[in-house]
Every structure is written in C-alpha cells, then in structure tokens.
C-alpha cells in the first residue's frame, strides 16, 4: 500500500506515521527527517536545507526530488510506504506518481488529517522528539517521562523551526504550495478525511477506519 498523509504543520502525520508502520508492516518516508538527519551530519546539502527549514520556507524541488528518489528506490519501500511530509508541490506529487507507476505502483489512499490553525500551534510551541529514536511528544497531552528525556533514555529537543513565529511561515507555505494538492487527489477520488483533533489512539482508529 502507497498512502500519504497529508495535512498541515502539527496535524500529527509524523506521530500517526510512526502508529502506522507497526500496524501496516510498511516504512515512514519522512523528507522533513531525512533533511533533519543531513543537517546533523553537518554536510554541504544538510546546510542547504537548513537555510530554507529555519525560515519555514519549503526546500526547492530540485533539492528534494533526489532525495526522495533515492529513498523510494530502497529495498524496504518496495512493497509500499507511508509519505509523511512528501508530496508538498505539484512537481512533487507528479514525481512520486512517475516513481510508484514505473514499479506498477499507485498512490492508493491520501489521508488528510484536518486540525484548525490554533490548535496547530498549540500543538507544535508544545512539541518534543527524541534525538535517539524520533519519538515525538507534547509536552501537554503525550508528555515524556521527564522535560528532557525520552524512555529510550535520549535527549528530547525541541526542534528550530518550531516556533510560533516559523510555524505561521510554515502554514503560509502549506495553504500556497501544499494544500492545492487535496484537489489532485480528490480527481483520483483517494483522499479520505480524518478529524484531527483526539487522543493518538483515537485519531489512528480513524485512519485505520477510513483505510478499511
Ligand atoms: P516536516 O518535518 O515535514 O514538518 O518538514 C520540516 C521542514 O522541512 C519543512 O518546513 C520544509 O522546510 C522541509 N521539508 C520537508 N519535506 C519537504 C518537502 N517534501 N518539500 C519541501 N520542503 C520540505
């Protein structure tokens, strides 16, 4: 299976993601991880992303299409994969349709899971994820053991662009580039909606309802 999830900063594509891999025996394809992972390492490319990440400004297609490619192309991804944060462009979703179709592959459900602009913000000003294994949690309403630590034991950080200031940047980049992609797939009649708002159990019982 071959589902996107979709929705703005803060929706929760990543937590539910990470829920779903476990459920669906199929990896997370996160771009945001990826270029969070090239910019620790501290590469040339890792610096690129990072000048257009702490702005909230989308990375250019030119820099993420290979990226993606790479990724999509490895041996865990070819039964499926869950793209979390991947298409955000046009040029994007044409890509990933010209990938999976080349391996006889389909996009086959788009789950959008819708939050309002408060409520997003809210959540990301309030959210933490381990620098070890990636667990994210708010510091509200799924908190970790302590402030600063993980159960893995790792140290919880807050990430750069997670401010209230970049998150607003964020939402203008989503409501410009990214949210006129639900009408691309809405064409090919695979997007499902699911209320964003709930406890995490909650919210995947209802990504697994609309999958069926
Ligand atoms: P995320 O972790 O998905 O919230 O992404 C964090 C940031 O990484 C975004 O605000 C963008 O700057 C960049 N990014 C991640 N995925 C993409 C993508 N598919 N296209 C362009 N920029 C991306």
Same mark, same amino acid.
Not at 32 to 52: H, I, N, P, T
């Given at each position: 299976?071959?589902?996107?999830?979709?929705?703005?900063?803060?929706?929760?594509?990543?937590?539910?993601?990470?829920?779903?891999?476990?459920?669906?025996?199929?990896?997370?394809?996160?771009?945001?991880?990826?270029?969070?992972?090239?910019?620790?390492?501290?590469?040339?490319?890792?610096?690129?992303?990072?000048?257009?990440?702490?702005?909230?400004?989308?990375?250019?297609?030119?820099?993420?299409?290979?990226?993606?490619?790479?990724?999509?192309?490895?041996?865990?991804?070819?039964?499926?994969?869950?793209?979390?944060?991947?298409?955000?462009? *046009?040029?994007? /979703?044409?890509?990933?349709? !010209?990938? =999976?179709? %080349?391996?006889?592959?389909?996009?086959?459900? &788009?789950?959008?899971?819708?939050?309002?602009?408060?409520?997003?913000?809210?959540?990301?000003?309030?959210?933490?994820?381990?620098?070890?294994?990636?667990?994210?949690?708010?510091?509200?309403?799924?908190?970790?053991?302590?402030?600063?630590?993980?159960?893995?034991?790792?140290?919880?950080?807050?990430?750069?662009?997670?401010?209230?200031?970049?998150?607003?940047?964020?939402?203008?980049?989503?409501?410009?580039?990214?949210?006129?992609?639900?009408?691309?797939?809405?064409?090919?009649? *695979?997007?499902? /909606?699911?209320?964003?708002? !709930?406890? =995490?159990? %909650?919210?995947?019982?209802?990504?697994?309802? &609309?999958?069926?």
């Amino acid at each position: 299976m071959d589902l996107i999830l979709f929705g703005p900063p803060g929706a929760g594509k990543g937590t539910q993601a990470k829920r779903l891999v476990d459920i669906l025996q199929i990896p997370q394809i996160s771009t945001g991880d990826m270029m969070r992972a090239e910019r620790a390492a501290g590469s040339e490319l890792g610096k690129q992303f990072d000048d257009y990440m702490s702005k909230g400004l989308l990375v250019p297609d030119s820099l993420v299409l290979e990226l993606f490619r790479q990724r999509l192309a490895a041996e865990d991804a070819k039964n499926g994969a869950i793209f979390d944060g991947y298409p955000r462009t *046009v040029a994007q /979703a044409e890509a990933l349709d !010209g990938l =999976l179709s %080349e391996a006889g592959r389909q996009v086959d459900s &788009v789950v959008s899971i819708e939050v309002q602009l408060d409520e997003m913000i809210e959540r990301i000003i309030h959210r933490r994820s381990c620098q070890s294994c990636g667990q994210i949690f708010h510091l509200r309403y799924n908190p970790p053991p302590s402030q600063d630590r993980c159960e893995c034991g790792g140290q919880l950080v807050q990430r750069k662009d997670d401010t209230e200031e970049v998150v607003r940047k964020r939402y203008d980049e989503y409501l410009e580039k990214t949210a006129p992609l639900l009408d691309f797939y809405q064409k090919a009649g *695979v997007v499902k /909606a699911v209320d964003g708002v !709930g406890s =995490l159990d %909650e919210i995947t019982e209802r990504i697994r309802g &609309v999958l069926g």
